[in-house]
């Protein structure tokens, strides 16, 4: 059954499947050296999902979001510090606009205090994202610092502010999205050159990110 009205054939299903066979293809050649075909599965997976999310009618800011992570993407599939700044910056504002349209939609800040549970998870990404900080700090360049600690704060804003809605998949996609990012950083810092861990650890980030994004997008397409 798909989620979508029509069949297999229908362009939101047929455009969900595809963004789903582009991450399936990047997974598989995620340990190849940077290339052109590489980077345009990377950046397809989640650029159909904006895609879907303009045929669905989603909101506009859901459509930026997913457009400029895919933007990231595109910028994290090279090497360098250039590019790594450039998905930073790309994802910073991909944060924002989950942020502005979290809290549009969702219920205000008070819900944190008025249901315990809510309150609990974002205690637990506040820990969760000072403890991350304080490792990356002693490890990073004092160039990315200050990039970091801003990109740091905005994916708190971000999972803190998806706690207020009240979509099951959203607050699923934001926690995923957020375990992800601690990966990475883990991965891309924290971790010995040659360390083992490295590998399955890129692995787990790319289908946690994956999984964070089409969460997101099911959870307000779908809801």
Request: glycine share 8%; proline share 4%.
């Amino acid at each position: 059954m798909m989620p979508f009205a029509g069949g297999i054939d229908a362009n939101p299903n047929a455009t969900l499947l595809f963004s789903i066979a582009a991450a399936a293809i990047y997974a598989l050649a995620l340990e190849l050296s940077p290339r052109l075909a590489r980077s345009a599965a990377k950046t397809l997976a989640v650029a159909l999902l904006a895609a879907l999310a303009v045929m669905q009618g989603g909101p506009l800011l859901l459509v930026a979001a997913l457009a400029l992570s895919a933007a990231g993407d595109a910028f994290l599939s090279r090497d360098g510090e250039k590019a790594f700044l450039g998905g930073l910056a790309s994802f910073l504002v991909a944060h924002v606009a989950y942020v502005v349209l979290f809290l549009k939609v969702g219920g205000g800040i008070g819900l944190l205090t008025a249901q315990f549970w809510r309150g609990v998870i974002a205690l637990a990404m506040a820990a969760f994202v000072v403890a991350m900080l304080a490792a990356l700090w002693r490890r990073v360049g004092p160039s990315l610092r200050v990039p970091i600690a801003v990109y740091v704060a905005a994916i708190l804003a971000m999972g803190i502010s998806a706690l207020t809605t009240f979509h099951p998949w959203v607050i699923a996609g934001a926690v995923l999205f957020m375990a992800s990012d601690g990966l990475l950083a883990a991965e891309r810092f924290l971790l010995a050159a040659i360390s083992p861990h490295r590998i399955w650890m890129r692995y787990a980030v790319w289908v946690l990110y994956y999984a964070a994004q089409l969460s997101i997008t099911l959870g307000f397409l779908l809801s």
